[in-house]
């Protein structure tokens, strides 16, 4: 029999849109476990620690080392990450227990003009610093000029209305959880500009072996939500690539069907790979591997395997 702890340390980065995520997180946990404390504490992370590096030189999961350290030598109980930040592999010795209801997973332009990005002039400047992203960009806009932006939401807003960029793409949930919305110019369809791995869910991890917090978190699980990001996490594991090439998945539950559609692009969006499977929601995990296969076959295989430029 599981003991229930009277306090719940959980831990998560100390970015705005963090912090903002992990009060949504405690205030589903909260009201289910009346008796128990919840407390956030910060921790510092490689990606946030390294703002001037460049994001193509870090591997996934630069976001989450540090949380994940800091669960496994016991400071915190439970993690709180974006579940795009989620590498491939788990950390050995810790589990995701539950995946929140996602929110919004599309991709939005932020334009200075307000204009949408088919509203654009040649040569305007898109701020992005993910493989993804630009690649898309390129492959709807040829004429427009890519250039990388790092910092958080606020920071890259910001560089948005500077003479350096014309507009730059984020994610809609993390403008939507900070109350940024109205900054929003356009939506991206899911299915033409795919949204990366787990964007707009939250996944929380905790000790493999901890069952008693395990059991908690597991209470703030929502299983379409979870289905979806265990498959999109099943093509990520299944087509290699992490975060460096322009590679993406994106799940949805229709009924008792699970869908997904895959994306693999050259950097230059020249040449856009496309796949499309269903299958039960009962198994996400292959689903997504089986969709990874289909892409590799119709021709992403060349750009997994280092041909993402030509």
Do not use: W
């Amino acid at each position: 029999m599981n003991i229930t702890p009277q306090r719940v340390r959980v831990g998560a980065r100390s970015s705005p849109l963090s912090i903002a995520q992990t009060e949504e997180v405690l205030g589903i946990l909260r009201p289910l476990f009346p008796l128990i404390e919840f407390v956030f504490v910060p921790v510092s992370v490689l990606g946030d620690e390294q703002k001037a590096a460049p994001l193509l030189s870090m591997a996934r999961g630069m976001f989450v080392k540090g949380i994940e350290a800091a669960l496994l030598s016991g400071t915190i109980d439970m993690a709180v990450h974006s579940a795009k930040d989620m590498p491939a592999e788990l950390q050995e010795g810790l589990a995701i227990a539950a995946y929140t209801e996602r929110q919004d997973p599309r991709d939005v332009l932020i334009s200075k003009s307000g204009g949408a990005l088919a509203d654009l002039p040649p040569n305007s400047v898109i701020g992005t610093s993910s493989p993804r992203r630009s690649a898309l960009v390129r492959s709807l806009r040829d004429d427009l000029i890519v250039r990388p932006i790092r910092g958080n939401v606020g920071t890259r807003l910001e560089k948005a209305l500077t003479e350096d960029y014309d507009a730059v793409v984020l994610a809609a949930a993390g403008l939507i959880r900070l109350g940024l919305i109205g900054r929003i110019s356009e939506y991206f369809s899911p299915e033409i500009f795919v949204p990366d791995t787990g964007q707009g869910a939250l996944a929380l991890q905790v000790r493999a072996g901890d069952m008693a917090i395990m059991e908690i978190a597991a209470a703030a699980d929502h299983a379409e939500t979870s289905a979806a990001v265990k498959a999109e996490r099943a093509f990520l594991t299944t087509i290699g690539g992490g975060c460096k090439v322009p590679v993406a998945s994106f799940a949805r539950v229709q009924g008792d069907v699970l869908q997904i559609g895959a994306v693999a692009a050259t950097t230059n969006g020249r040449h856009v790979y496309r796949s499309v499977d269903r299958g039960p929601i009962s198994e996400p995990e292959l689903l997504g591997r089986r969709v990874a296969t289909a892409l590799l076959d119709a021709g992403a295989s060349a750009i997994v395997g280092g041909g993402a430029a030509s």
